[in-house]
């Protein structure tokens, strides 16, 4: 089969594109026909060595792990998914290639484009794991930290759906979008504590921080305790009272099937910034890397 592999890290012209064997699924486990794959920026880190030679720990690697395609077969013991469902979800072993083995997936809804899918399962059970951390509830108010990013945008979506009220911090151009998706936006940077109390003068309940770029210590002077700041990004929240989640606390996939859930309601999206085909996978990091991007970047096969 066709597949995208790296065998050392560096720059996107490490990758490759290359022949290898088909993967099996095992028992618990569905392979899919692959037709899109996200890219995060996790995937990119990775490639680089930001991580040192720990993660992963053997090369080459077949990187991604977000994917969308249809099942083409399905591991002993598995059960509620057939050969030719279509789905999205998370790959063992990696997603760029014709075809991936999975080990947590949701049904894709009807109407939703793959490409679409395929930006869903990392940032959505990220966003639902943190707001599961901070237990925020209808009626309560959140703050969200990089609103218009991929995990920026899954939260402020699945907490509007919980009755949270939301204020999402954005550039001026992605204000009109995050109104579209029932948050309050507001800008960035220096003075944010000021601005977020002008927007909620009762104060807020939680803040989640995806961004990390140094916002936390500007979000525990505006919720209860510090410990109602959870970051994704920002790995000295810590040092401020706040909490970091990584996922080896647990993680939420359950939260696929609920975004899923929503997007059938209408309530749910998750724009795609650019596709790009599997043979030109470095521009897609390189577009990633760049940091300006709304919604998601997706490799089609």
Known sequence: MKALQYSEYGPSSVLRVVELP?????????????????????????????????????????????VAGVVDAVGEGVEGVAVGDEVFGVAVGGAAADLAVLRFWAPKPEGMPFAEAAGLPNVVETAGRALDLLAVEKGRTLLV?????????AAVQLAVARGVTVIGTASERNHDFLRGLGAI??????????RVRAIAPAGIDAALDTAGRGAVAELVTLTPTPADVVSIADFDAPRH??????????????????????????????????????????????????????????LTV
């Open 22 to 66: 088909e993967p099996q699924a095992s028992a618990g486990q569905i392979r899919v026909a692959v037709r899109a794959v996200g890219v995060n920026p996790y995937d990119w880190k990775v490639r680089s060595g930001a991580f040192g030679d720990t993660t992963p720990s053997r090369l080459p690697v077949v990187p991604h792990s977000d």
């Open 145 to 153: 930290n990089g609103a218009a990013g991929g995990v920026g945008i």
């Open 185 to 194: 936006p507001v800008t960035y940077g220096p003075g944010l504590p000021d």
């Open 241 to 298: 009272g706040a909490r970091v989640t990584d996922g080896s606390e647990g993680r939420a996939w359950p939260t696929l099937l609920e975004a899923a859930t929503l997007y059938a309601e209408g309530r749910f999206t998750m724009p795609v910034e650019r596709t790009f085909p599997l043979a030109e996978a470095a521009a897609a990091h390189d577009l990633s890397e760049s940091g300006h991007v709304r919604g998601k970047i997706i």
